[in-house]
């Protein structure tokens, strides 16, 4: 599986208005929204699935990334989208350190195998230091789209 298999290239977000976890999670449901792949009668409910998850235990996993996700009946077809935060977030990571690049993933709850395999992609491409400091660094939707390009060709 490709990261460009699920990453919705228009609900990237390269610099995060939000500077709270919540926040930011709402700000990347409704680029899904807003990019057509959420439908906006469903926002609230994902949001508060992926805020409800969130409390059960953090996504940040330190060096600077977390993955919010949620598996939810609204979502028909398995979207993610990428944002980036220059001042950083407080997402109660593991390292205790801001996080910076954001991965949000959403999945239909019929579909665990395809969510458990999105979840190993990210991961394995965010466990690349190259990835993350670009990443971090993209100050662009472009960058980003090339970045996950490159990942994709393995690359980086």
């Known amino acids: 599986m490709k990261l460009s298999d699920f990453v919705v290239k228009e609900a990237i977000i390269p610099e ?10 709402r700000e990347l449901v409704e680029s899904l929204k807003k990019a057509g792949k959420v439908a906006a009668g469903d926002v609230e409910a994902l949001v508060r699935a992926v805020v409800q998850r969130e409390n059960q235990g953090s996504t940040g996993f330190g060096k600077g990334v977390a993955v919010p996700h ?14 980036r935060s220059s001042a950083g977030v407080d997402f109660a990571a593991l390292d205790r350190a801001p996080v910076y690049s954001i991965v949000l993933l ?13 979840m190993e992609t990210i991961f394995r491409h965010l466990q690349q230091d190259n990835f993350r400091r670009f990443l971090r660094q993209a100050g662009a939707v472009e960058g980003i789209v090339d970045l ?9």
């Open 16 to 25: 995060l208005d939000s500077t709270d976890r919540n926040a930011v999670i």
């Open 70 to 83: 949620a598996k939810h009946p609204a979502v028909k077809k398995m979207v993610a989208t990428i944002g």
């Open 106 to 118: 959403l999945s239909p709850q019929d579909q665990p195998d395809e969510h458990l395999q999105a």
């Open 148 to 156: 996950i390009e490159e990942a994709d060709s393995g690359l980086t």
